[in-house]
């Protein structure tokens, strides 16, 4: 079975700081792929990024970055210098090999970033 | 413009009254789930479905029906709803099944009183 834990619940940042937020997962398939996304005050799921498990790179996109640690089964996400419009709750997620395209989602982490 | 599609966005209905929320997707993916989202819970998978005609339980089926006739249609049945199903309720759909990004819906909201 799978299982991601988001044990941040909700997180306070003052705009321009960095903040991260952890996701920790659990899994026995070899191949499996790990997402974010986003959900904005307007309730939409917003794709962040895909990960496959033999890829530990870690990856950059402007103010996002993502550090993937199999050693530690991580898959953590960073927000440099956060903006306002970061605020929204954001979900780590699993999908292994088989599962028919299943997700198992993390509970969610609710960043605030306040000016 | 690729998109996944649900209707109604939001809905009020008394409980035992079958309702179905609709989905479709015009980016002619094979792969198509339903997820319900619950405060404290996250996202859960109710069904999902890997081809026309072919459907399978996720990990909260419980009161829920899906049919798959058409590749771009996927609608979510609740045949006698009851409050506990009261939720934001999500369609999505994926080219790659297991490795693809899911492309989500816009939500659905039910509220059954």
């Known amino acids: 079975a799978q299982k991601v834990t988001q044990a941040q619940t909700e997180i306070s940042v003052v705009e321009k700081e960095d903040v991260t937020l952890d996701c920790v997962y659990e899994?026995?398939?070899?191949?499996?792929?790990l997402f974010w996304y986003k959900q904005p005050p307007s309730g939409e799921l917003v794709f962040l990024i895909r990960r496959n498990s033999f890829d530990e790179q870690n990856e950059i996109s402007g103010r996002y970055s993502w550090n993937f640690q199999k050693s530690t089964s991580s898959f953590n996400f960073t927000i440099t210098a956060s903006q306002v419009v970061d605020s929204a709750v954001y979900f780590c997620a699993l999908s292994a090999t088989g599962g028919g395209n299943k997700l198992t989602f993390g509970t969610g982490t609710q960043l605030k970033v306040e000016l | 413009e690729a998109q996944v599609t649900q209707n109604p966005r939001y809905l009020i209905t008394v409980t035992g009254k079958k309702l179905t929320v609709t989905c479709s997707q015009n980016?002619?993916?094979?792969?198509m789930s339903w997820y319900r989202q619950d405060p404290g819970l996250g996202l859960r998978q109710i069904y999902y479905?890997?081809?026309?005609?072919?459907?399978d339980k996720g990990d909260v089926p419980e009161g829920y029906k899906v049919s798959r006739k058409e590749k771009r249609n996927f609608p979510l049945i609740l045949e006698s709803p009851s409050p506990n199903q009261t939720s934001l309720y999500f369609c999505?759909?994926?080219?790659?099944?297991?490795?693809?990004?899911?492309?989500f819906g816009q939500g659905t909201r039910l509220t059954v009183v």
């Open positions: 980016m002619n993916h094979e792969y």
């Open positions: 899994t026995r398939d070899t191949t499996y792929y």
């Open positions: 479905s890997m081809n026309v005609e072919v459907t």
């Open positions: 999505a759909s994926s080219l790659y099944g297991d490795s693809g990004e899911a492309f």
